[in-house]
Nanobody, 119 residues
Framework: QVQLVESGGGLVQPGGSLRLSCVVS????????MTWYRQTPGKQRELVAG???????GYADSVKGRFTVSRDNARKTVYLHMNSLRPEDTAVYYC?????????????WGQGTQVTVSS
């Protein structure tokens, strides 16, 4: 059974940094995209950053230049390096991973990790 486990969240002061990790456990046929989303109470989940199987990255405008997404295929892990954090970055961060199978594509979600940016 596939599980995604996020870690690295916490409380940080404005201007600080955090690194989130998301590890895929269990067997997957072929991992495609690995993507980070975030959600605050009362709002829709929003895409933050993603990386394709070929290494192409994409970012929300609000985090460009401050966040960096990367992946380690051997460890089945995706990272989100967050610098120059702002109070508006406060949210629960979720990872989302796509799996390509002979029958199509499946997606999996982690349980989320809380990031709080506050002085």
């Amino acid at each position: 059974q596939v599980q995604l486990v996020e870690s690295g969240g916490g409380l940080v002061q404005p201007g600080g940094s955090l690194r989130l990790s998301c590890v895929v456990s269990g067997s997957m046929f072929s991992i495609s995209h690995m993507t980070w989303y975030r959600q605050t109470p009362g709002k829709q989940r929003e895409l933050v950053a993603g990386i394709s199987g070929g290494g192409t990255t994409g970012y929300a405008d609000s985090v460009k230049g401050r966040f960096t997404v990367s992946r380690d295929n051997a460890r089945k892990t995706v990272y989100l390096h967050m610098n120059s954090l702002r109070p508006e970055d406060t949210a629960v961060y979720y990872c989302n991973v796509g799996e390509v199978t002979p029958k199509g594509e499946d997606e999996y979600w982690g349980q989320g990790t809380q990031v709080t940016v506050s002085s």
